[in-house]
């Protein structure tokens, strides 16, 4: 009985996540079969040209840049989110530094972004302190490349890699580390023996939570990119509202969609339990 | 002998403004196995964390065979630690936790393979190789700390409390296995414990600390019958303190006006003790025997006295009685009594029963003078 009152309660889930998210992938799926409208939309008839529009030059290049943004930005942010996420679990009054994690998820992604503009712009606040420190030569424009958009990535990304590496050490035993200390590892050699190893779940989660969103960016390449660091959610953008091709936009949703599954599944296997063998008592 | 002299000289450890050491010295022998007795915050652990190099002392120096090992980190040490919680690497089979030490120093993995083995044989745990930590017993995950802990042959080890999160029979198994391998080893051994049973049971020689102070070092024996101050000798065992006048003096036999009970004769080896001096002395419970019926034949060194006992606790192989002596209702004597024979009407006394209590003055013992 119980186990039927159990299906019953997830209904509503079921019901939300039919509505908002199995449905829309099914749209697009379908829609990534169709044949373009003219002025948008799609002409119901079964087309393989959005998908073959996938194997050309500029779409392989758009991919491989949008995947590059990714892989760095994720590797950037887990080296700065691991130390500072080590130094809030062991802080014992940490509620102030917790807070200054959380609090720019108060504000509007967008704000965020154009504060970057502020910071990196020609005329911008690193300008500034640059020719405050003696440098004289012509404003340099930090914005509108590569590298723009992977800092403005790591900034994005950073809290949502803090908080589940943060939840992750905080349960970690410290003691392991004098253990490890003790039987004749470096300070260094025990958090990477013995630490990184008791925290991969959280390491992995971290990655994810930063590593699929990126893969999904549009606004940060939008607005401090340039056409270099195109990616693929400009490019879907570009589709929907400019060329009017929305087969097109809904196959290389689809891509984005099923490298995400991947993500997940890997995260997935690397998170799996090991079976359990049965406990005997030793003689 | 292949354990090292350790020698502990003058160490303080001030946490902001609390002192957890005062002072202490030690001088442990090569291949010793030395206890560190004391009740919980006595700083035993501080101290033990010192000698492992966790903690910084704040003043004073540790030395291993005469190197002062105080600049040295943990790492650099040729001393291995086995602790409370076990402290076992969740994420490695027992083999790799055992092999840690063996793999730090990329050791040739033929050689790490036979000396796991062998470990992990003197532990009783052949077969556990491939299992998680997480699926042992509490009894064998100290093990494997244990043979962890010996793999990479140091010096000392240092043993923190390795037996109390473990239960009654399991620690006493535990406790001479420990034993048999220090006898194979023949390392120095530290064992810090709060469990007086333990250190008393293996040790060659115990320091009994409180508050930050070593207030007696010496061999269980002399723990336990010549307690050097009366932290002592009501830490450790049970005990019966009492206070007294010198009344008299007579060779190694001293008669004590005793408060309340009146004149008990004690011996003692010591001459330092003079008529008119108050002094603390005591008798162990168990040196007590209770009778019901007035002993006879009593030679003059005797103490007897008569008593009332308004408790008595019946626990298998003895009873423990607690007796208010007729001299003073008020006070209350510990006496033990061992069931040397099958009784076979049950235990002959019980609680509010004429009884008494007779012992030879040279079970008593003079503890210190009390400055008047």
Redesign the interface.
Known sequence: MKGRAGVLYTLPLMLWSCIFFIIPIIIVFIYSFLAKGLYGGVVWQFSLKAFSALFSWSFFRVSLVTLLIAVLSTILTLLIALPVSYYLARTKNNTLLLALVVIPFWVNLLLRVYAWIAILGREGFLNHLMTFLGYRGEPVQFLFNFWAVVIVHVYTYLPYMILPLYSNIEKFDFGLLEAARDLGATHMGSLVRVMLPNIKGGIVTAILFAFIPTMGSYAIPDLVGSTNSHMLGNSIAYNIRTANNWPLASAISLVLTLISALGIMIYFFLNRKPARHKVREAP | MKGSRVRVEVVAKWFDDFQALKDVSLDIKKGEFFSILGPSGCGKTTLLRII???EDPSAGLVSLDDQNVVPL???KRPL??V?Q?Y?L????TVFDNVA??LQ??RENPKVIETQVRKYLAMV??NG?E???PG???G??KQ?VAIA??LI?EPKVLLLDEPLSALDAKLRQSLLMDLDFIHDAIGITFIYVTHDQSEALSVSDRVAVMNEGVVLQVGTPYQIYEQPANPFVARFIGENNLLEGVILSKNGFCYTIDTDGLGALKVTSESRLWEPGQRVLHTIRPEKISITKTKPGGLSKDYNLLPGRTFESIYSGFQSKFFVHPEANEKMQLKVFKQHESFLERGPDISWDEEVFLSWDADDGYIVEAIPQ
């Open positions: 492992a190099g966790f980190p943990p790492n291995n630690t602790f919680n402290a690497f969740p994420h490695l840690f030490p730090l120093r009783h745990l556990h491939e299992k998680k699926q042992l017993s009894g064998m093990r962890r802990a990479s």
